[in-house]
Structure formats: structure tokens, C-alpha cells
């Protein structure tokens, strides 16, 4: 299993830009497929992007045009840069891991980060 610490989290204004950085340790990092996921206050959590052990990425289509999911295995750490951002991005991000895609897209699992606040706002 993975502990994962995410960072990054900010206030920003509408249409700028973030990078969140989630750091994993404890485990094969190379073999995980890795996940964002999003919480706003009053809503569920709802996945963001993810991506493969392969790098194959898929997104939720409110993002899909601004944000980008990346993986550095040398570091790893697992990205998810954030651009053009609104304030219905406003949110606590996490991280999520798993070997199993299936898994980590249905929100189940195994290693949860504690996550990052995320606020947009002028």
C-alpha cells in the first residue's frame, strides 16, 4: 500500500492557474494507477482524472479542456495541473491509488490522500 501526502492547494482568482502535487511513498509507485478526486462543501465527491500505470488519462468533461493529469515515476508523484480555473472548482482535492484501474476510477481506493484545499475566488 502507498501513503499519499497532497500539496499545492491555494486561493486563487478565476482564470488562473494551480498545480497540485501528490507524493507517494511505501509502495511500487510505477505499478499504481493514480486518481484526483474532488469534494466541494454539500456535494459529493466526484472524480476528476486519472491515469493509468501506462499513462492513459481520463477526465471528467467539466475539466477536461483546463486540466491536465501527469505522472513522474522517477518522483513519484502524480500532478494535476489546473488552468482557466472558476469557482465551481472550489474544493478539497485528493489523491487516490490503487493497482487496479477499475478501483481507483469507482472511488474505492486503497490509499486516500488527507487532500488540499482549493479555493477560487476574486
Known amino acids: 500500500q502507498v501513503q499519499l501526502v497532497e500539496s499545492g492547494g491555494d486561493l486563487v482568482q478565476p482564470g488562473g492557474s494551480l498545480k497540485l502535487s501528490c507524493a507517494a511513498s511505501?509502495?511500487?509507485?510505477?505499478?499504481?494507477?493514480m486518481a484526483w478526486y474532488r469534494q466541494a462543501p454539500g456535494k459529493q465527491r466526484e472524480l476528476v482524472a486519472a491515469i493509468t500505470d501506462g499513462g492513459s488519462t481520463k477526465y471528467a468533461g467539466s475539466v477536461s479542456a483546463r486540466f491536465t493529469i501527469s505522472r513522474d515515476n522517477a518522483r513519484n508523484t502524480v500532478y494535476l495541473q489546473m488552468n482557466s480555473l472558476k469557482p465551481e472548482d472550489t474544493a478539497v482535492y485528493y489523491c487516490?491509488?490503487?493497482?487496479?484501474?477499475?478501483?481507483?476510477?469507482?472511488?474505492?481506493?486503497?490509499?486516500w490522500g488527507q487532500g488540499t484545499q482549493v479555493t477560487v475566488s476574486s
Open positions: 487516490a491509488a490503487d493497482r487496479r484501474w477499475a478501483r481507483v476510477v469507482g472511488g474505492i481506493g486503497e490509499s
Open positions: 511505501g509502495s511500487i509507485f510505477s505499478s499504481y494507477a
